[in-house]
């Protein structure tokens, strides 16, 4: 099930809407929650939100929109008129309908946006088998287990799980990862490598390999020789 979550649906008109969205897409279970709703809870307990604008209140839909957007929530917004009303519906993760509407209009765009939502998180992400690192949150995890990792550590495991197989010389990952900010010429990446090998490589799987007397590439697992 896909849980939506309602705010400002406190009249008929609101509770037909969802009666229609509900109807056309029985996997959503579409759930009233308090407009006042932190973001936080929003992330944890929604995978899409819509919003009644009339419903919301003297502050206006602006707050709920907004905060479910800053939670990566995506969420459509019901508008009673013609305006925005301090909506920033240029934000990827915000569609706006303007009443009246359909509910198959309401679908489409949530639909819409909580696509565009899961193509950018699939983006965010690089994966080769149990190893995942998530660029938005710079974090790498190995079997579920998050790895400690120093800044430059992190940026080598990215560059060359962004480019699997390809073989990279010591001169090129200077040039690519540290730039001009580093110290102690191609041995520096000889360090972090050994680094990086003590924290992810195991027993079933050696992630980073030395090509002798060019450099190293990054090797996915189940890929054959």
Same mark, same amino acid.
């Given at each position: 099930?896909?849980?939506?979550?309602?705010?400002?649906f406190?009249d008929?008109d609101?509770?037909?809407?969802?009666?229609g969205?509900?109807?056309?897409?029985?996997s959503?279970? /579409?759930t009233k929650?308090? &407009?006042?709703?932190s973001?936080?809870e929003?992330a944890?307990?929604? &995978? @899409?939100?819509?919003v009644?604008?009339? #419903?919301?209140?003297? #502050?206006?839909?602006? @707050?709920?929109?907004?905060?479910?957007?800053?939670?990566g929530?995506?969420?459509?917004v019901?508008?009673?008129?013609v305006?925005l &009303? @301090? !909506?920033?519906?240029?934000?990827a993760?915000?569609?706006v309908?303007?009443?009246?509407?359909?509910?198959?209009e309401?679908?489409?765009?949530? &639909?819409?946006v909580?696509?565009?939502?899961v193509?950018t998180e699939?983006?965010?992400?690089i994966?080769?088998?149990h190893?995942?690192?998530d660029?938005?949150?710079?974090?790498?995890?190995l079997?579920g287990?998050? !790895?400690?990792l120093?800044?430059?550590e992190?940026e080598?495991?990215?560059y060359?799980?962004s480019?699997?197989e390809? !073989?990279?010389s010591?001169?090129?990952l /200077?040039?690519?990862?540290w730039?001009?900010?580093y *110290?102690?010429?191609?041995?520096? !990446?000889?360090?972090?490598?050994?680094?990086?090998?003590?924290?992810?490589d195991?027993?079933?799987?050696? *992630?980073i390999?030395?090509?002798?007397?060019?450099?190293?590439?990054?090797?996915s697992? @189940?890929?054959?020789?």
């Open positions: 099930m896909t849980t939506i979550a309602l705010l400002g406190t008929s609101s509770d037909r809407l969802a009666a969205v509900g109807a056309l897409d029985s959503l279970e /579409l929650l308090s &407009n006042d709703i973001k936080e929003l944890s307990d929604a &995978n @899409g939100v819509i009644w604008a009339a #419903g919301t209140g003297l #502050g206006g839909p602006s @707050g709920p929109v907004h905060a479910a957007a800053d939670a929530v995506p969420v459509v019901v508008m009673p008129t305006s &009303n @301090g !909506v920033a519906a240029d934000r993760e915000i569609e309908c303007f009443l009246p509407c359909t509910p198959e309401v679908l489409l765009r949530l &639909n819409t909580i696509s565009q939502s193509e699939s983006i965010s992400l994966v080769h088998g190893l995942v690192i660029s938005d949150r710079y974090e790498v995890t079997r287990r998050k !790895v400690d120093t800044y430059k992190y080598l495991l990215k060359l799980a480019n699997p390809r !073989v990279f010591r001169e090129a /200077l040039r690519s990862v730039e001009y900010d *110290f102690g010429g191609t041995r520096t !990446v000889d360090v972090h490598i050994r680094r990086l090998r003590s924290k992810i195991d027993v079933t799987h050696h *992630f390999e030395t090509q002798w007397n060019v450099g190293y590439r990054f090797r697992p @189940g890929t054959g020789d």
